[in-house]
Each structure stands twice: as C-alpha cells, then as structure tokens.
C-alpha cells in the first residue's frame, strides 16, 4: 500500500497543552500537506510543506519535515477545545496524476 | 465564495440499485478529484479530472463505477447495480491546475461528502 502510517492514531490533551503528530511516508516527495477533518465533514487544508523546507509556521501549527527519514510532524500549541478532529497527513503523487495519497490520521480529542 | 458543493449529502438505497452523485468544484478550479473513506480503508483514491478528461481512474473499484465531467465543472459519480462494500462516504475535491510530472503543490478544497448506504 502506498498509505502513510501516523500516529498515534488517537490522542487525548487537556485545552492548553501542545499536541504532537507524526506521519511517515514511504516514497520520495516533493511536498507534504497536513488536513483537518472535523467529524461528517470534509477535509481542509491547514498547511503545506516543501520538500526543501524544514520548518514552517501557520499560527498556532508547527510543521517539521525530515525528508531522510520521511517522516514529518504536525505540532498544535494551544490548544483549543475546537481543535478536536482528524488529522491527516498527505502526499501528492507526481507523474500524470495529481492525486493526494493520505495518511491513516490521528483522532484528536481536546477536553475542555 | 462558494465551496465544493456536493450532493446529495447522504443517500440510502437498496443493493442493486444505481447512484449517482454530484459535485460542483469550486469556479475556477480545473483539477476534480474523487475519494472515497470508509472505515478501516482510510481516503481511498478514485479518479481525478483535469478540465473534462481524467487522466487518472486508476482508483476506481470496478466497472460498476464510473465518472464524467462537463463544462469542466461539475462532476457525477455513478454506481451501478450497488453492493453493500460500496457503503462509504464519497468526497469530492477541486484545485487550481498543478505542473504535470510534479507532485502538486495546490491545497485541494473539499466538500463535505456524500454519505453512502446500501441495505
């Protein structure tokens, strides 16, 4: 199977802490998006992260990629009682398709 | 602006019957991807358009399923003569056109699905 692993596959914070996931790819990238699924809902893009970058910054979200060990991370400060939802991490398949190969999520749950 | 709309947002039918649903990309996107997510199987790929050819329909399960594209906008996917492993949830995708050989670097923007059941 071409899927990523993440994990964990489900995390449960207090609001306030950071929340940390991992996700690991199998084939070589030229860029990593993370998602947000809240429940019966569709996915939404939170960030985007190139195969040259290291580190990247959206508000309260921290992205780190390690293209040698092809794994990334997604690190949420703060959070927030809203933040509660699946997360995924995907790849965009090259060649003649453009099609996003996702991860398996994390579930995260943040207790108000 | 609008968002991809999809519909119906969930449907119920018995085995055996066709389907069809519906997306409307967002206007101006010429990339339309279908996905599927069911429990245990994670996002599945299905087909992915660009304009109104699909250069890609190597997810599709069978040839139960099919998909076109008019106008390059809206999308149908179509199940013929449904199967209960067909139940699932059906997700429809649009982006700005993305460099062909490079793994695409536009966020897609996804509706909120169709919620499949087949008794």
């Known amino acids: 199977s071409q899927q990523g692993e993440e994990d964990p596959q489900a995390l449960s914070i207090q609001e306030g802490e950071n929340a940390t996931m991992n996700c690991s790819y199998k084939t070589s990238i030229n860029n990593l998006q993370w998602y947000r699924q809240n429940s019966g809902r569709g996915l939404v893009h939170l960030i985007l992260i190139r195969s040259n970058e290291r580190e990247k910054h959206s508000g309260r979200l921290r992205v780190t990629l390690d293209t040698s060990k092809k794994s990334s991370s997604l690190l949420i400060t703060a959070s927030r009682a809203a933040d509660t939802a699946s997360y995924f991490c995907a790849t965009p398949l090259g060649g003649a398709t453009n099609k996003l190969i996702f991860g398996t999520g994390t579930l995260l749950a943040v207790q108000p | 602006g609008a968002g991809v709309s999809q519909s119906p947002s969930n449907k119920v039918t018995e085995k055996g019957k066709d389907v069809e649903l519906r997306c409307d990309p967002i206007s101006g996107h010429t990339a339309l991807y279908w996905y599927r997510q069911s429990l245990g199987q994670g996002l599945e790929f299905l087909i992915y358009?660009?304009?109104?050819?699909?250069?890609?329909k190597s997810g599709l399960p069978s040839d139960r399923f099919s998909a076109e594209r008019t106008g390059g906008s809206v999308s149908t996917l179509t199940i013929q003569r449904t199967q209960q492993e067909d139940s699932a949830v059906y997700l429809c995708a649009s982006s700005l056109a993305c460099f062909i050989g490079q793994g695409c670097d536009q966020p897609q923007h996804f509706g909120d699905g169709t919620r499949l059941s087949i008794l």
């Open positions: 358009f660009q304009g109104n050819s699909a250069p890609d």
